[in-house]
C-alpha cells in the first residue's frame, strides 16, 4: 500500500500497482495485467456510464500499463472525455495520458485540440496551464498549426498571470523547435525580449530559453536582447542589496537564469556598444573571482550551481576569443580544478580546456598544465577522466612538447582500457607524422604502436607509416634496418609482419650489405613468420618474394624453390596459390631487365590530407578535437606536407600498389582481398546500396520510363524527383520530405558517378520538421554508361547518424531523342546494323499483364519514336532514337515481339555500339 | 535542452520516463536499456557525465533510485545535476520524506510536479515555494483517510 496519499487518492489502483509488485514472475504479471485489461475494457464497454472517478481511475490504469512497457489499444476515448471535465483531477490524468500517448488518429486529434482550445480560454490559469503544458509535451505539427497564433497572445497579454506566462514561453518553444516554419512572432518579437526586464524571476528564466531558439533563428531581428540580457545578468552576479528571495540556490543567486543569459550572449559577438561591454565585462570578473572565494556552503549543490555559472562565463569567453586576459584566467581556473577532489570537476575542466587549447591567446597556458595533465592520465579512476585527459594532451600538443606527449601516451597505451586503445593509436600515429622533425622517430613511433597495441592499429595506420616510407628518401634505409630488427623478436604482431614484409620488399637492398642483414637473413627471417600469418598478410609476403627476386638475384633459386612447393603452388587459398603460381613463372620466364621494370621501385605518393586523420575526425565528432590544422599558427611551420593539401589521384589508384606486381602477369581479375581495399575508401565513397532497403531499387526501376514520383521513402524522409533530359543534358530536381516532427540537422547529399558528371547545387544544411527541400542537378552525358550515379545523404535526426544511399534514375536511355522514319529506312538501317555484337536479343516472361496501351506508353516513356506500320505484324512494336552523349551519338533500332499465348516478349536492339545494344535490352526489357 | 528524464531502481526497474523529444517507442526501450545498463555498471567514483551518441549523459544517485537525463552538446552539465537534485527536493516537499515507494503508487504526481518544473526540456520555474503551491493547488479537494477507504478497491 501507498506511503502515503495525498489529493484525490486513487484506492483501485493502489490495489493494482501492488498487486503487480507482488507478483512473482513476469507471467504472473502479464497474467494480472490481461485480468486488468478485461476488467476495463468491459467497464468502458457497458452499458452503464462511468462517473468520473471511475474513468480516471481507469485510465490512469490503463497509463501505469503503458508505462510498465505493455501496448496498449485502447482508452483514448475515454482520456479525451476527461479532458472535458470540469475537475481538475480528471482533467490532469486525461491530459498526461494523451501527453504520454500520443496517437496520431486524427479524430481524435480534432478533438483533443477542441479541449486544448477551450481551456486556452478559460477563467481558470491552472487549466491553461494543463492544455499548455500538453501542447509542449506532444508538440505534433497539428497542435502547432491550430495554435500557434493563439500562444504568443497569451504569452505578452497584460492580464496573464505569471505562471502561465512561463508555461506560455516554454510551449512557444516547444513548438518553434517541432515547427520553427510555423511560429514567427512579428511584431511580438520586442514585447517578447522585453520579458528579460519582467519582475518575476520565473517569467525571465522561462523568457530566456524562448529568446535564445529565436535568436538562433533570426539573430539580427533579436540584436536587441544582448544589452537586456546583459543589464539583467549584472544585477544577478554583481552583488548588491537585491534580494533574491527563492530564486537563489544554495545561496547562489539565480543559477539557471544566469546560465541561460549566458548561453543567449553566445549567439553573438561581443556588444559593440562599449557600456554594454564593459558591463558584461564586470559581470565575468565578478564570476571569475567569486570562484575564488571562500564557499558559503559546504554542500555539493552550492560548489555545483557556482560552477555551473563559471563554465558557462568560461564558454562564452572562450566564444568571444577575443579578450586574452580573460582567457588566461578562464584557464587558470580551469586549471585549478584539474587538481580538484569532484571528479566532475575534474572531467569538465578537462574538456573545456580542450577548446582553450585551440584558442590563439590561450594555447600557452593550457601548455603549462601538461604535468597536470599526465599525472591525471596516470592516477585516474574513471576511464571516461583519462580518456579526456588523452583528448586534452591530443589539443595542447605541438612542435615543442610533441615527443613528451608522445612518449606518455605510448607509455600509457600499455595499460590503457580496451575500449579506447584505436583512438590513442590514431591520435599518436597523427601527432606522429604532424610534428616529426624526423622521420626516424616517427617510424620508431609507429613500430611501438604496432608493439604495443598491434590489435588496434587500423590499416589506415599502417598504410599511412609505407607511404611516408616510400615518399621520403632520407627515412627509407633506417625503416628498413628498424623493421629489420623489430623483427627479430621472437613474437611479433602481424601487423608488423605487413610493414616488415612491405618495406623490406622496397627497401631491403639498403641493408643488404651488412652480413646480419644479408639477402637470405631478411628471406628467411620473414619466411620464419610466413605460416603463422592469415591470408592476406602471406599474399604480402609473396609480394616481397618476388620483389626480392628482382632485388637479390643470389637468392632467387631459394626463393623459387619456396615457391614451387605444394604448400604454395597447390595452396587450396585461389588468391595465394594464383600468386604463388604466377610469380614464380614471372621469375622463369623474364629476363632481369623485364623484372626490373615490372617490379620497379614504388613512385613517391601524391601528398593529401592523412587518412589517419579523417578517420579520426570521423570517429570524433566535430568541436570535441580541436581541429589544429585549421588554426593559422599550424600553417606553414613545414608540418611535413604530408598532413595537409588536398587530394589529387583517382579514387580507384591502387595506393600502396600491393597489387604492382601481379598486375602485369596474364590476369589480375582475382579477388585481392583487403589488401587492395584503398585506404580513403573510408571516407569518400558512398555507403553499401545495403542500405537504401529494397524499395529504393524497385522504385529506380519505375524510373526507367518516367520522369517524375517518390523516388524513397522511409519512416522519416520521402524523396520525390521530378527530371527533363535535352539531349545530352539533364536536370533533376530531388524533393526531400522530412516527415517527422524534428529538425533534420547537417543534411548533406552527395553524388558519386563515373560515367556522367552530375554537377549538385549546394543545399541549405537544416531540414526543418514537416519541411520540403528541394535540391537541382545538372546532369551531363559524357559517354555510354551503366552504373547509374548514386545519391547518399546523411544527416543527424534526433541525435544519431542517418546515412541513406540509393541510385539517382539516371539511365542511358534518358538521353534519347526519338527518330521518325519510313518503313523502308527503317529496315534499310536495320539491315546496316547487322554485325553479331551489334545486335542484343532477349526473350523473357512477361511480369505484367500484357496491354498494348500500357506497353505503347512505356515505349514512348522510354525515350524512342513509336514507329507505326513499320512492323508487318502489328501486334509488334518497333523503335527508334538517337543517343546523345557528349562524345558520340550512337543510333539504335528496337523490336519488340510479344507472345500474348506464352505470355513471353522477345525485345531485340541495334545498335551501332554493342555496349550500348546491351545496356538498352538491360534496362527495357526489366519493364514489361 | 534536455532531452530525456528517466528514474530507475538499481534493479533497472524503470520508474518514471520523460521524454521531450518524439521518439517511436522501440527507441525509446532501447535507450531506456542502454541507459541502465551503462549506468548501473559504473562505480560511485566515477564522474557523472558520459557521452553518449552525440548526447551527454549526467546521472546522479538519490537512495536506491538513479536519476539519469540526458543533455543536447551546448547544456550545461553541473546545471542538469542541480535540476535533478531540485526535483528531488521537489518531490519531498511534495510527498514529505520522498522515498521510491512514493514515486511507483503515486506516478501521475510525480509527472505533474515535472510538468511544473520543466516544460519542453526546460526549466519552467525554480523556485522551490512556487512549483509546490501549484502543485497543491491541484489537491485541494483532500480527502479524510475514511473517504479514502470507502472507495471500491477494484
Known amino acids: 500500500m501507498p506511503a502515503v496519499s495525498k489529493g484525490d487518492g486513487m484506492r483501485g489502483l493502489a490495489v493494482f500497482i501492488s498487486d503487480i509488485r507482488n507478483c512473482k514472475s513476469k507471467e504472473a504479471e502479464v497474467k494480472r495485467i490481461n485480468k486488468e485489461l478485461a476488467n476495463i475494457r468491459s467497464k468502458f464497454k457497458g452499458d452503464k456510464s462511468l462517473d468520473g472517478y471511475s474513468k480516471r481511475k481507469y485510465v490512469c490504469k490503463l497509463l501505469f500499463i503503458f508505462l510498465l512497457g505493455h501496448d496498449i489499444d485502447f482508452g483514448h476515448m475515454e482520456a479525451v472525455n476527461l479532458l472535458s471535465s470540469n475537475k481538475y483531477t480528471e482533467k490532469q490524468i486525461g491530459y498526461l495520458f494523451i501527453s504520454v500517448l500520443v496517437n496520431s488518429n486524427s479524430d481524435l486529434i480534432r478533438l483533443i485540440n477542441n479541449a486544448i482550445k477551450n481551456d486556452l480560454s478559460s477563467r481558470y490559469p491552472v487549466f491553461m496551464k494543463l492544455a499548455l503544458h500538453c501542447i509542449a509535451n506532444v508538440g505534433s505539427r497539428e497542435m502547432a498549426e491550430a495554435f500557434v497564433q493563439e500562444i504568443p497572445r497569451i504569452l505578452v497579454a497584460g492580464d496573464t498571470m505569471d505562471s502561465v506566462k512561463q508555461s506560455a514561453a516554454l510551449c512557444l518553444l516547444r513548438l518553434h523547435r517541432t515547427s520553427p516554419d510555423l511560429v514567427t512572432m512579428g511584431e511580438l518579437t520586442s514585447r517578447v525580449v522585453h520579458l528579460l526586464n519582467d519582475q518575476h524571476l520565473g517569467v525571465v528564466t522561462a523568457a530566456t530559453s524562448l529568446i535564445i531558439a529565436m535568436a538562433q533563428k533570426n539573430p539580427e531581428e533579436l540584436k536587441v536582447s544582448i544589452p537586456l540580457a546583459v543589464g539583467r545578468l549584472g544585477r544577478i552576479v554583481i552583488p548588491a542589496a537585491s534580494d533574491l528571495q527563492d530564486y537563489a540556490y544554495y545561496f547562489v543567486p539565480a543559477p539557471w537564469l544566469s546560465v541561460k543569459l549566458l548561453r543567449l550572449l553566445q549567439c553573438y559577438p561581443p556588444p559593440e556598444d562599449d557600456s554594454v561591454r564593459s558591463r558584461l565585462a564586470e559581470c565575468l570578473e565578478s564570476i571569475l573571482n567569486k570562484a575564488q572565494e571562500p564557499p558559503k556552503s559546504k554542500k555539493v549543490q552550492h560548489s555545483n550551481a557556482k560552477y555551473a555559472v563559471l563554465f558557462e562565463a568560461i564558454s562564452l569567453i572562450i566564444h568571444y576569443d577575443s579578450d586574452p586576459g580573460l582567457l588566461v584566467r578562464a584557464c587558470n581556473q580551469l586549471g585549478q580544478f584539474l587538481q580538484h577532489r569532484e571528479t566532475n570537476l575534474r572531467y569538465l575542466a578537462l574538456e573545456s580546456m580542450c577548446t582553450l587549447a585551440s584558442s590563439e591567446f590561450s ?342 520510363c518516367k520522369n517524375s514520383g517518390v523516388l524513397f521513402e522511409n519512416q522519416m524522409l520521402q524523396i520525390g524527383l521530378k527530371s527533363e533530359f535535352r539531349q545530352n543534358l539533364g536536370r533533376l530536381h530531388v524533393f526531400y520530405g522530412n516527415k517527422t516532427s524534428m529538425q533534420f540537422l547537417d543534411f548533406s547529399p552527395s553524388v558519386v558517378c563515373h560515367d556522367v558528371n552530375v554537377h549538385a547545387k549546394s543545399v541549405d544544411p537544416v531540414v526543418n520538421g514537416g519541411a520540403q527541400l528541394q535540391q537541382m542537378f545538372n546532369i551531363e552525358c559524357i559517354s555510354d554508361f551503366q552504373e547509374a550515379p548514386s545519391l547518399n545523404i546523411q544527416f543527424r535526426y534526433g541525435g544519431t547518424l542517418q546515412n541513406i544511399g540509393f541510385k539517382l534514375p539516371v539511365t542511358l536511355n534518358k538521353f534519347f531523342q526519338p527518330t521518325e522514319m519510313s518503313s523502308q529506312e527503317f529496315f534499310q538501317r536495320w539491315k546496316q546494323l547487322s554485325i553479331p555484337q551489334q545486335e542484343v536479343q532477349k526473350i523473357f516472361k512477361a511480369k505484367n499483364p500484357m496491354d498494348m496501351d500500357v506497353t505503347k506508353a512505356k515505349i514512348a516513356g522510354f525515350g524512342v519514336a513509336l514507329l507505326d506500320q513499320v512492323d508487318p505484324n502489328p501486334s509488334n512494336f518497333v523503335g527508334a532514337g538517337i543517343i546523345h552523349t557528349k562524345t558520340t551519338q550512337v543510333g539504335c533500332l528496337m523490336r519488340l515481339e510479344p507472345n500474348t499465348q506464352a505470355q513471353m516478349y522477345r525485345l531485340t536492339l541495334r545498335t551501332s555500339r554493342d555496349s550500348v545494344s546491351q545496356q538498352l535490352c538491360e534496362l527495357l526489357s526489366d519493364q514489361f | 535542452m534536455m532531452r530525456f528524464l528517466l528514474l530507475f531502481s538499481r534493479q533497472g526497474k524503470l520508474r518514471l520516463q520523460k521524454w521531450f523529444t518524439p521518439l517511436p517507442e522501440r527507441e525509446r526501450r532501447k535507450i531506456v536499456r542502454d541507459m541502465t545498463m551503462m549506468v548501473l555498471a559504473r562505480s560511485p567514483r566515477c564522474c557523472s557525465v558520459i557521452h553518449w551518441r552525440d548526447l551527454k549523459i549526467v546521472y546522479k544517485r538519490y537512495a536506491s533510485l538513479y536519476f539519469c537525463s540526458a543533455l543536447e552538446d551546448p547544456d550545461n552539465e553541473l546545471l542538469a545535476l542541480e535540476v535533478m537534485h531540485r526535483y528531488v527536493e521537489l518531490l519531498d516537499k511534495y510527498f514529505g520524506n520522498v522515498c521510491e515507494l512514493d514515486i511507483i503508487f503515486n506516478f501521475e504526481k510525480a509527472y505533474f510536479i515535472l510538468d511544473e518544473f520543466l516544460l519542453g526540456g526546460e526549466v519552467q520555474e525554480t523556485s522551490k515555494l512556487l512549483v509546490v503551491k501549484s502543485t497543491e493547488e491541484s489537491d485541494l479537494l483532500q480527502e479524510t483517510m475514511e473517504e479514502y477507504m470507502r472507495k471500491p478497491a477494484f
Open chain 1, 363 to 704: 594555447h600557452e597556458a593550457v601548455k603549462t598544465h601538461i604535468e597536470t595533465v599526465i599525472s591525471a592520465l596516470k592516477t585516474e579512476r574513471d576511464v571516461s577522466v583519462r580518456q579526456r585527459a588523452v583528448d586534452l594532451l591530443y589539443a595542447m600538443c605541438d612542435r615543442s612538447n610533441a615527443k613528451q606527449i608522445v612518449a606518455e601516451l605510448l607509455d600509457y597505451l600499455e595499460t590503457a582500457d580496451y575500449s579506447i586503445r584505436e583512438e590513442i593509436v590514431l591520435k599518436v600515429a597523427v601527432i606522429a607524422e604532424k610534428y616529426a622533425v624526423d622521420y626516424a622517430w616517427y617510424v620508431d613511433t609507429i613500430l611501438n604502436l604496432i608493439r604495443i597495441a598491434g590489435d588496434h592499429v587500423s590499416e589506415e595506420v599502417w598504410y599511412r607509416v609505407i607511404q611516408i616510407v616510400i615518399s621520403r628518401e632520407e627515412v627509407q634505409g633506417y625503416a628498413a634496418k628498424t623493421v629489420f630488427e623489430a623483427l627479430q623478436a621472437p613474437a611479433c604482431h602481424e601487423n608488423l609482419v605487413k610493414v616488415g614484409g612491405y618495406i623490406l620488399g622496397e627497401f631491403g637492398n639498403l641493408i643488404a650489405g651488412d652480413p646480419r642483414s644479408s639477402p637470405l637473413v631478411q628471406f628467411n627471417l620473414l619466411h620464419s613468420k610466413f605460416h603463422l600469418c592469415s591470408v592476406p598478410t602471406r599474399a604480402l609476403l609473396l609480394s616481397t618474394y618476388i620483389k626480392f627476386i628482382n632485388l637479390f638475384p643470389e637468392i632467387k633459386v631459394t626463393i623459387q624453390d619456396v615457391l614451387r612447393s605444394s604448400s604454395q603452388i597447390r595452396n587450396s587459398d585461389v588468391e595465394l596459390q594464383q600468386r604463388a603460381v604466377e610469380y614464380l613463372r614471372l621469375s622463369c620466364v623474364a629476363n632481369t631487365d623485364v623484372l626490373a621494370t615490372v617490379l620497379e621501385e614504388m613512385p613517391p605518393f601524391l601528398e593529401r590530407e592523412s587518412s589517419i586523420l579523417s578517420k579520426l575526425k570521423k570517429r570524433k565528432g566535430p568541436g570535441l578535437l580541436p581541429e589544429q590544422e585549421d588554426s593559422p599558427k599550424d600553417k606553414n611551420t613545414g608540418v611535413n606536407g604530408t598532413v595537409e593539401s588536398a587530394s589529387l589521384s583517382p579514387l580507384s589508384a591502387d595506393l600502396l600498389g600491393l597489387s604492382s606486381t601481379s598486375s602485369q602477369s596474364s590476369s589480375s581479375s582475382a579477388p585481392r582481398g583487403s589488401l587492395l581495399v584503398d585506404i580513403f575508401a573510408d571516407n569518400q565513397s558512398p555507403v553499401p546500396e545495403a542500405a537504401a532497403a529494397p524499395v529504393a531499387t524497385e522504385n529506380f526501376s519505375k524510373f526507367v
